[in-house]
Nanobody, 128 residues
Framework: QVHLVESGGGLVQAGGSLRLSCVASGHTFRGVTMAWFRQAPGKEREFVSAINWSGDRTVYTDSVKGRFTISKDNAKNTVYLQMNSLKSEDTAVYYC?????????????????????WGQGTQVTVSS
């Protein structure tokens, strides 16, 4: 069984930083895409960032470019999201997700439907 566990969320003031971690277990993860989504109260789930297995290709939604950095450590099966210059609009529950290509079909990577497994989420609250 695949498990994804996020950590690192918390309360931070605007302009501050947090680093989220997502530890994956229960499977081999070679060839997968991993991503971060977020969901604010009353809002739909929003794509934030994604990274390929080798870690040499990353993508970000426009609102976080230049502030957030996604990275991974394959030896630890861990994906990170370094969040700098945080804004109140970044407040949300952040979710880690993994896409096994042969399971989810050909959904676009920014769609939640592309991803097969999800973590429980970690709350990020940015005060202003």
């Amino acid at each position: 069984q695949v498990h994804l566990v996020e950590s690192g969320g918390g309360l931070v003031q605007a302009g501050g930083s947090l680093r989220l971690s997502c530890v994956a277990s229960g499977h081999t993860f070679r060839g997968v895409t991993m991503a971060w989504f977020r969901q604010a109260p009353g809002k739909e789930r929003e794509f934030v960032s994604a990274i390929n297995w080798s870690g040499d290709r990353t993508v970000y939604t426009d609102s976080v470019k230049g502030r957030f950095t996604i990275s991974k450590d394959n030896a630890k099966n861990t994906v990170y999201l370094q969040m700098n210059s945080l804004k109140s609009e970044d407040t949300a529950v952040y979710y880690c997700a993994v896409d096994f290509p042969e399971l989810s079909g050909n959904y676009y990577y920014t769609s939640p439907d592309a991803y097969d497994y999800w973590g429980q989420g970690t709350q990020v609250t940015v005060s202003s």
